[in-house]
C-alpha cells in the first residue's frame, strides 16, 4: 500500500520508485512506496506536478496503490516528487466549499448524500428529510460566507472504525481522505450559483473567489 503523505498537507518529499511501466496509451505508469500527490476520488480531481523531470498528469487509486501517470519515464530508486501548489490549493478551496454547504444544510435537516468538487462543476446534493427546513440561495450563501469570516480551524481525527474524519470548528465531522484549508478564511468568498429542488432532490452548485488560481 502506497503511503498517503498527501493526508498530512505535504507537497514535496523524497520518494522511491518502485515501478516505471509504459502504458498503451503512451504514458508511463509510476508506483512510489509514498506519495504527496492526492489521487482522483471523493469527489475531487488528482493533483498534478513533476516526479524528478517528469511530468505527472493524472492520479488513481487502484487495488490500495497510487498510481501516477506521466508523459516521461522516470528511473527507479529515489526521486523527488513536487505537487502543483497552485492546483492543490484550488482544490483544497473547492472541496472545503463543499463541506460547508453540506454542514449548513445539514443544520436544516437535509441530508447530504454526494458530491463534485471539480472545477467549474461544483455541487452537493441533498435529500429532502422529513424535518427539513426551506432555504434559499441568498440565504444559504450569507450563512456559508459567514462561517469563512468566523475564521474556523480545520481538525482531521480517526473515528471508531479508523476512518479520517475532518470537521471545522465545532462544526460536525465529515468522513473524508480528500485534501482541505487549514482554516475556513482560506476559501475566499463562496457564491452558490445554482439552488434546485427537485422531487426531494436538493442540488446546490457552487464555486470560490479567483475561479482559476
Known sequence: MTQ???LSDITQAEVEVLKCEPTEDGRFAIQLSNTPFHPQGGGQPSDVGKINDADVLHVVMQNDQIIHYSNHATTLGLAQAR???NRRRYHSRLHSAGHLIGHVMQAFGWEPTKAQHWPEECKVQFVKQD???DNDLETLELLCNQYISSQLVRLTQQNADG???VSF???PAFPCGG???QNLSEIGTLEITGYKLKKDKLTVSYRVSDEHQ
Open 179 to 181: 485534501t482541505h484549508v
Open 169 to 171: 470548528g465545532d462544526l
Open 83 to 85: 505537487v502543483d501548489l
Open 4 to 6: 498517503a503523505l498527501y
Open 131 to 133: 424535518h427539513s427546513e
Open 163 to 165: 476512518y479520517r474524519e
